[in-house]
Nanobody
Framework: QVHLVESGGGLVQAGGSLRLSCAAS????????MAWYRQAPGKQRELVAT???????NYADSVNGRFTIVRDNAQNTVFLQMNSLKAEDSAVYYC???????????????WGQGIQVTVSS
């Protein structure tokens, strides 16, 4: 079994910063791509940023230059540093990871439970 647990969300004023963390735990053999998604009320879930095992990154146009995704492979953790936050960044943020467990030859995608980020204007 694998668990992804997010932390670091909350309420911040526009222009401020937050740092999200997501820790993966369980019977983990390897973690491939890790990512952050977000979903605002009434909108579809959208990809925010991805990071590969070699730390190659990709960002949505809306956050490029303001958000930074990094990972700590030793701790099975991925972070999202969010700067210059805007009201439109308000959403539930979800961690996603492609993980192979010790009892499987295949990797599967796992999701965290989500964490609220609210930016007041």
């Amino acid at each position: 079994q694998v668990h992804l647990v997010e932390s670091g969300g909350g309420l911040v004023q526009a222009g401020g910063s937050l740092r999200l963390s997501c820790a993966a735990s369980g019977s983990i053999a390897s973690i491939n791509t890790m990512a952050w998604y977000r979903q605002a009320p009434g909108k579809q879930r959208e990809l925010v940023a991805t990071i590969t095992t070699l730390s190659n990154t990709n960002y949505a146009d809306s956050v490029n230059g303001r958000f930074t995704i990094v990972r700590d492979n030793a701790q099975n953790t991925v972070f999202l540093q969010m700067n210059s936050l805007k009201a439109e960044d308000s959403a539930v943020y979800y961690c996603n990871a492609n993980i192979r467990t010790w009892n499987s030859s295949r990797a599967f995608y796992y999701w965290g439970q989500g964490i609220q980020v609210t930016v007041s204007s």
